[in-house]
């Protein structure tokens, strides 16, 4: 009976430890022993990206083998898989396992690409190539179908050189700076509208507009609840205290003003703690995973923030998640969409843009690009004005409203 053999694993290993295995495009090697391998790697190690490269060099008396893990040549299957390697010790018995890495060795001839190549191959695209041999060898239907081709061709030609002349006339009448604002007006609006929740413009009622589920899943609205019995049962004092400590306003208020008992209680102080998170990650710049713990933030809400309103970015071979200034918007558009649900489609947005740290004309563009109802201060003198009388607000009325963007630049002063 033969002994047995135990296995040894060698632990975590780093790329530049790791086994390499590779195989031959064009056949089998027969004399393997007279190969000269040598593995290159990439100088920056700093970047993750670029510090797993690797190049294997094959080199005989005949040829040289080449073989690298990035680029179109590379094996997908070293993404799809782990490949292990065991070297099997005789005398302990023992067989240690390494991990290892594939690569497609193929051979390189040189001169090869500089003498076999034509200029005229090298100016024609496969298109042309193509037509070339329906001219010399294709079927009749073949070659009236390349003559309509090319005809459409030369008429799309012509379409351009006019489409040309116009913009150039375009350009020459209004001149490349007012073009180039205007450009810069259009894109921005376009990056605004890009950041917005999932609308429904067909709806027939304001609460499926801008739908809850969109905001909050019905999975996360359920993990939800553990946080916000402990919204829920903060006491006046608490609330006072958080308002000293400068607490999120919009938040506050809701918590103050919630029902007393009942499902519609638990509904608002769950939506009061996920604004919370909201509010506060808006406030960040570089976030960290452990976001939210000290507030008892449920995993799944956590993953969501992170997903949803930050960039991954790459710094000193680290990956971090920041609040780029888009995502910023972002939150602002979801923040003010969750407290159009939270106060029966109206939201007051002075509270919203002191909270989110952002100017009151940027939450007033982002409730304008949502097709809101902006809501005029009321006028009044002293106490009669009521306390939020002179905050601006936002209702959601149907049909949303369709904002005409201001072009016109303001007019210079001129100084005596």
Known sequence: MAASCSLVCCGEETDSDKAVIVRFSNGCVQNADKLDFTIFKNTDETNPRKRSMRIVVAESDRLSYVGQNFGE????????????????????????VHCAQMFNMKPVIPGETTETENPQDAT???????????????TNKQKRA????????????????????????????????????????????????????????????????????????????????????????????????????????????????????????????????????????????????????????????QTKLLRTFTVETFNNGRVQNIVSTSMRSKLAAYSLALLLHMGYMTADLSLLHRDLGITETNVIEIAKSMGLTLIKPARGKGEEAGLHNDHKQASLVLPLIKYDQFMERRKRRKMH
């Open 124 to 138: 024609q695209s496969y298109r042309d190539k193509v037509d070339s041999l329906i001219e010399a060898f294709g």
């Open 146 to 301: 390349l003559s309509s081709r090319r005809l459409n061709q030369v008429g799309s030609d012509t379409l351009q050189h006019a489409v040309a002349k116009a913009a150039s006339t375009v350009i020459d009448k209004k001149g490349v700076a007012a073009l180039q604002q205007e450009v810069a007006e259009t894109e921005s609006q376009e990056a605004l509208t890009s950041h917005l929740p999932p609308c429904n413009l067909d709806a027939d009622s304001r609460e499926n507009v801008y739908p809850f589920d969109e905001l909050l899943s019905p999975v996360e609205f359920a993990a939800l609840e553990q946080a916000g019995s402990k919204m829920a049962a903060l006491a006046p004092e608490e609330l006072q205290k958080m308002r000293d400590a400068g607490g999120c306003l919009c938040v506050l208020r809701h918590l103050e003003n919630m029902a007393t008992l009942g499902e519609a209680r638990d509904r608002a102080s769950r939506l009061a703690f996920y604004l919370s998170m909201l509010l506060k990650l808006a406030r960040q710049k570089n976030v960290s995973h452990k976001f939210g713990k000290e507030e008892g933030c449920p995993r799944i809400i």
């Open 73 to 96: 040549s590379s094996l997908k299957c070293n993404n799809l898989c782990k490949y292990y390697v065991g070297v099997l010790n005789r005398q302990a018995a023992q067989m240690e």
